[in-house]
């Protein structure tokens, strides 16, 4: 076993020496703990076990856990809240995966999977219950296949949308690949927390067809056509004999998914960039019922992303570049940096995809829409072709116009994370984000963003948000930066935090993701007739994973073993 961090985790020097950055040495050790319920003495053989099933190089304990600790958290001061690994086990196949699945439940050790730990301002690789043993999928990262015909990839949950991304180029690939604002992400991982990017496919776990599960036992299933052995179909089709089971492994603790399939864009022959920029905070109302009603008629059939110009100023430097008083920057001062930068308060982007003739009539008639709509806003389109008349290579446009949109990879959204750094230079940038689910109504979204920017005012951060337009729904992004290592700060971000969510629960607003902290505040959102689908998943749980060692509490899920350790709901 190694008491030294990980090392080499990602084969690119950007992105390795981003993440070394990120999971820098925490200024507070990590303690040694064990696991719920463990002696000392069981825990040790425990990790003799583990080594044996990985190998020593594969199991990581003392300070060789400062890769699998929040690296924003919130309570890294406070031992009773802090969630801490006992130790970490990074398999590399399904053989070794079945090994450690075992060796837990030998000892009745809970295990918290992730793939890549890169759910950051959700907790990261951290787990919901301290002592848990982190199993690091990371190095299960084979790119199974990539298919042209039927635009389709199958991977691993090691691989990293970068990777995706990087196959596809280097194999001269006909597709494009979804992709998040950071690329060092797992594709599997994203896509089973719901995670959103860009493009056609933009929704990610609505693009998957088969996966490869293994359940507690180590038995393995795999989903849909992918079920048949040797089926032409496996990734095709959603369609399936009896009960559809990706669901149950969405954002779930009911197995490790091992495989997993993703619809992916055909390279088209032409692309356009398109922009609506409007000029002041209230625009905001017109401009979500004109786009979203295109997005529901299919007019404009990929993700439509908003941003605020807030936002986009955290990502241009620092808090103190631009303000050197108390307090968040007023109003009218990033209405002068905004001007500055020629930034309108919202702009929305999204794509159009396919041959030209049709990407062009497409474009014409959503600006003749949103010219008589939208009357503030500034309708821009920016049109790409394959150079004669051959498929078009996202290398080919310029990355202001592509990024994010075209299937490259992206670093875009890290520097919003040391905005609120101060100017001695001292402090550690971190990031967090409520995010709830809204209708595609300018009157609810305007409404929402007002009660927000209040919570941002009174907690003294810039309000830093953004949405993504699905076709019937806003997922909104509160977003904040804040110095982990200021007091006041971390403070004032969960007080923020909790007056987001009681104006989420007075609206009846669910969260489409959870902090690890939160994750019992969130689930008990489900409240119909006494919690009756926590109830009922709980059921599942119990059936397939007995011995609860599989990420107890994730998504407000608790194994029989661990239910005594939910929050109870606020109202109790």
């Known amino acids: 076993m190694s008491t030294t961090q990980p090392t080499n985790t990602y084969p690119d020097q950007e992105y390795e020496d981003a993440h070394l950055m990120t999971f820098s040495t925490p200024k507070v050790p990590i303690p040694t703990i064990l696991p719920p319920d463990t002696t000392k003495e069981t825990f040790d053989r425990a990790i003799t076990d583990f080594v044996e099933a990985v190998g020593k190089d594969k199991v990581f304990v003392g300070e060789g856990l400062s890769h699998y600790v929040d690296p924003y958290d919130l309570s890294e001061n406070d031992e009773k809240r802090r969630k801490l690994p006992s130790a970490a086990v ?76 990087d196959y596809c180029n280097k194999n001269g690939k006909k597709v494009w690949s979804s992709s998040p604002s950071l690329s060092w992400g797992s594709v599997t991982g994203n896509t089973l927390d719901r995670g959103t990017g860009f493009g056609d496919h933009f929704s990610h776990f609505q693009s998957v067809s088969g996966i490869e599960v293994m359940l507690g036992d180590g038995d393995v299933v795999r989903t849909g056509q992918f079920g048949i052995e ?71 059939p990929s993700c439509v992303w908003v941003l605020s110009r807030n936002e986009i100023i955290a990502t241009l430097g620092k808090r103190h570049e631009f303000w050197d008083g108390e307090g968040a920057i007023p109003e009218w001062r990033l209405a002068e940096i905004g001007k500055q930068f020629g930034l309108s308060y919202w702009v929305a982007r999204w794509g159009i995809y396919g041959p030209k003739r049709t990407v062009q009539a497409q474009f014409e008639d959503i600006q003749e829409i949103l010219n008589r709509e939208v009357p503030t806003g500034t309708v821009k389109g920016t049109f790409f072709e394959g150079k004669n008349g051959e498929l078009l290579k996202n290398s080919d446009i310029p990355n202001e116009n592509g990024r994010l949109l075209t299937g490259v990879s992206s670093m875009f959204s890290l520097p919003f994370v040391d905005w609120a750094l101060p100017a001695d230079g001292s402090g550690k940038g971190a990031h967090g984000d409520y995010a709830p689910i809204i209708p595609n109504s300018g009157k609810l979204v305007l409404e929402w963003l007002e009660a927000s920017y209040k919570r941002y005012q009174d907690a003294g951060f810039e309000p830093a948000t953004d949405f993504f337009m699905h076709e019937r729904h806003v997922l909104m992004v509160n977003m904040f930066a804040y110095d982990q290592r200021d007091a006041k700060q971390t403070a004032n971000v969960e007080k923020m935090f909790l007056g987001f969510h009681e104006d989420s629960k007075q609206r009846g607003y669910g969260m489409y993701r959870a902090h690890v902290n939160f994750m019992d505040l969130i689930a008990q959102h489900n409240n119909f007739n006494n919690y009756a689908y926590l109830r009922f998943v709980e059921k599942i749980k119990d059936a397939v994973d007995p011995s609860g060692i599989l990420a107890p509490g994730k998504s407000g899920i608790w194994p029989q073993k661990y239910r005594h350790l939910r929050e109870p709901p606020a109202e109790e």
């Open 90 to 165: 990074c398999p590399t196949n399904v053989d070794e995966v079945r090994a450690v699945l075992a060796v837990a439940t030998k000892h009745s050790i809970p295990l918290w999977t992730f793939s890549r730990g890169k759910n950051l301002g959700y907790g990261g690789p951290a787990p919901r219950v301290n002592g848990s043993v982190a199993l690091d999928l990371h190095k299960m990262n084979r790119i199974i296949e990539v298919n042209d015909q039927f635009s389709f990839a199958v991977v691993e949950p090691g691989v990293t949308w970068k990777d995706l991304i």
């Open 230 to 300: 040797g089926s032409p179909s496996a990734f095709l089709s959603k369609f399936t004999y009896g009960p559809s089971l990706e669901g149950l492994f969405l954002q779930s603790n009911l197995g490790v998914v091992t495989k997993l399939s993703l619809w992916m864009t055909p390279q088209p022959q032409a692309f356009m960039e398109c922009t609506l920029n409007v000029p002041n905070f209230e625009d905001v109302a017109p401009l979500v019922d004109s786009l979203g009603r295109m997005r529901q008629t299919g007019l404009i």
